[in-house]
């Protein structure tokens, strides 16, 4: 049978790794797939950079460009793998792919959070597929379970260590009291981070997987914009101690949970109970938790960055294309697992409304009373107490730690309690509020 043809958008990272594995990998993918899977021609900016980029073997017989809207007009190209980032360039190169009738494989999680909706309905106008495996948590083939594999569910919520760089900080930071910034650097340099680091420390890359995930396992629409997020450049290393104290760990956490009034979308650090495994997944590793209804919760770990785990992503969507080609449209797996004229329009909550349990540090003067001020705050508000610790104060210093976790409460109430507490004179500049989740049900 004629090999399918590939045109790759981008051969920074990922894209060379693409063109690696396919070349390392051809007899077991060819297998796998029906038919052989080539890489034909390459649209890069840099010819010269992208060429060095993987040994002569491997780019040997494709074509370098640099004009991408040629390359996505090529009638003798099948899929298009769009690796090349941002939401200005890959938006228009993918619909126009689109409407060329090409089916698209994209690692682009910016992109389909902030368009997907638009992609989604062209895709399906002209009958194409449109696969991302590589958009969320690498090489881990969560959407594949999502979409496929746990279909009989109905999700409750999911969690997930989505940001490979910000996982590896948190590590570092807790393991060997290394500095934000140099650790920073580090993932930079390993190739994890974002072409603009805010966006792994800041929490918007792990919003855009999020994103996705949730509509996966609600049937909701894209969504990004109604994401809260929260990132971890402002977390202590005192806050981390302290939480390692307790029995936790801190986690910058993507959670999506279904509520009876709509669906929670919130990216921030998380205080995890240690012993839960997806606690101590570390370094650049990600993992996900879904809570299904029938299943009960599974766990998906593995690396969710870097040129070759991300590739096997790529890959295993170019072979899920390959093997569905000539099947018809209508029967072919929803790209967003379920059927787009019954996707649901249930709210996204916003931050407010969320209910979950918190670790607040406070800043307190060692005076009679203090406590018993807090606990009536917290009490008045039915802000229920689980656990709560007073730090010695310092040689010489009148001002002490107290930290207190607390049971499911809801936000808004939380936010007015701090803003009791911050008001008593015996309390010290202001509370540290992040929140936990238990993850058992
Ligand atoms: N910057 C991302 C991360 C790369 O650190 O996880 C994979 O999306």
């Known amino acids: 049978m004629k090999p399918i043809q590939i045109g790759l958008l981008g051969f920074g990272t990922v894209g060379s790794g693409v063109a690696k594995v396919l070349a390392r990998n051809a007899e077991e993918i060819g297998r796998r797939a029906g038919r052989a899977i080539e890489v034909k021609r390459v649209g890069v900016r840099n010819i010269a950079k992208a060429r060095a980029a993987a040994p002569a073997a491997v780019v040997e017989g494709i074509a370098f460009g640099d004009n991408m809207h040629a390359l996505v007009d090529d009638p003798d190209i099948d899929i298009i793998c769009e690796l090349i980032g941002g939401t200005t360039l890959a938006l228009d190169l993918v619909l126009r792919a689109i409407e060329n009738g090409k089916h698209v494989v994209t690692a682009n999680k910016a992109l389909l959070a902030t368009h997907g909706n638009e992609i989604f309905a062209a895709a399906q106008r002209r009958g194409v597929m449109v696969t991302f495996e590589a958009a969320v ?35 570092e930071m807790r393991e060997k009291g290394a500095a934000f910034g140099d650790v920073l650097a580090q993932a930079q340099k390993l190739g994890y981070a974002e072409a603009d680091p805010t966006f792994d420390i800041g929490g918007h890359d792990a919003a855009h997987k999020l994103t996705i995930l949730a509509a996966l396992a609600f049937g909701i629409p894209m969504q990004f914009d109604k994401a809260y997020l929260e990132g971890i450049a402002t977390l202590t290393q005192e806050d981390i101690a302290y939480a390692e104290q307790l029995g936790y760990r801190i986690k910058l956490l993507g959670i999506t949970k279904r509520k009876p009034n709509g669906i929670e979308l919130r990216v921030h650090p998380t205080l995890v109970p240690a012993k839960r495994i997806i606690a101590n997944v570390e370094g650049v590793m990600n993992a996900v938790v879904v809570q299904g209804d029938v299943v009960g919760q599974t766990l998906y770990s593995g690396r969710g960055a870097g040129s070759e785990p991300t590739a096997s992503a790529v890959v295993a969507d170019l072979v899920d294309v390959t093997r569905l080609l000539t099947a018809d449209p209508e029967h072919r797996v929803p790209h967003l697992a ?43 508000l039915s802000i229920s107490i689980d656990a709560m610790m007073q730090k010695e104060p310092d040689e010489g210093e009148q001002i002490v730690d107290i930290i207190i976790l607390t049971h499911v409460a809801k936000e808004r109430s939380v936010d007015t309690a701090i803003q009791l507490i911050e008001g008593m004179p015996t309390i010290a500049g202001n509370v540290t509020k992040l929140r936990l989740e238990n993850l058992d049900k």
Not at 354 to 378: K, N
């Open 338 to 380: 379920f059927q787009p004229d019954r996707l649901s329009d249930l709210p996204i909550l916003p931050i407010e409304e969320v209910e979950t349990s918190y670790y607040l540090r406070l800043r307190a003067h060692d005076r009679p009373g203090v406590m018993a001020d807090i606990t009536r705050i917290l009490a008045d």
């Open 137 to 171: 948590a690498g090489g881990i083939p969560i959407i594949k379970a999502l979409r496929e594999g746990l279909t009989a569910n109905r999700i409750e919520w999911i969690a997930g260590i989505i940001n490979g760089t910000s996982n590896f900080i948190l590590t």
